[in-house]
């Protein structure tokens, strides 16, 4: 069963909505691989003008990994590449990425959303970086360019839950709004780009990677998760199979 639902709007605006709305969009590798066919697909589109990522229940962006898939060794070590590829994906899109934090957005959907150029919080957002909690060494890449580097270290050392509300006060969201408009809200912020001109917004982009350095941090931060889950303690995930 597919785990994704496209919409492509006439104005060249590309809806990508995570469908597992049983397990709030936990990502499996089944998923994970859908996500790397399709964003390598819309990348090519010299036509898009932006993606914007969501969901297909408000519940959810995205609760993290699926803990209960079962995984030996190899293909959790084939997962974390998945993942791996999932953030270089994100980080490296050409047209600008819309995230839209609705409900639960916790590990890998926190990562997706610090990935995106903007993102749009519904008022039932719990955002959440638990890298300290699980040992894996992720999180930094992506958060401390939106945040500073004190409030980093901060949020994925203790792990908390950030609401909507601090995460406007931290500059994180372009837009706040209700859970059930979030999405309506995210085209709409996309639409305010449709009309410039999409290379110069490509342009711009490829010099915020440059000028943040994010492409090196995200490349060497993903090094570390595969490293960690290939000789480390691994993903705690009660579906591992010794």
Do not use: C, P, Q, W
């Given at each position: 069963m597919a785990a994704l639902t496209r919409e492509r709007l006439d104005d060249d605006i590309e809806v990508l909505r995570l469908d597992r709305p049983e397990v709030?969009?936990?990502?499996?590798?089944?998923?994970l691989a859908e996500l790397d066919a399709v964003l390598a697909e819309l990348a090519l589109d010299e036509t898009l003008k932006a993606l914007v990522v969501s969901t297909t229940n408000e519940r959810a962006l995205c609760a993290g990994a699926d803990v209960s898939e079962q995984l030996d060794h190899e293909a959790g070590v084939a997962r974390m590449e998945a993942f791996a590829r999932l953030y270089a994906a994100i980080e490296a899109f050409p047209a600008p990425t819309i995230a839209v934090c609705v409900g639960n957005v916790v590990g890998a959907g926190a990562e997706v959303?610090?990935?995106c150029d903007l993102r749009v919080g519904g008022d039932n957002l719990k955002l959440v970086f638990p890298g300290a909690k699980l040992g894996v060494p992720v999180g930094p890449a992506r958060l401390v360019p939106l945040v500073g580097l004190s409030k980093a270290r901060e949020l994925i050392m203790t792990g908390r839950v950030v609401a909507v509300d601090e995460a406007e006060a931290l500059g994180l969201l372009a837009r706040r709004t209700t859970a059930a408009d979030a999405e309506a809200e995210a085209i709409a912020l996309a639409r305010?780009?449709?009309p410039y001109p999409a290379a110069g917004l490509r342009h711009l982009k490829d010099l915020f990677r440059e000028y943040e350095g994010t492409?090196?941090?995200v490349a060497r931060e993903n090094a570390e998760i595969v490293e960690f889950q290939r000789t480390g303690g691994g993903l705690p995930y009660g579906g591992v199979k010794k």
């Open positions: 709030r969009n936990a990502m499996d590798s089944a998923m959303a610090a990935g305010e780009l449709t492409k090196y941090r």
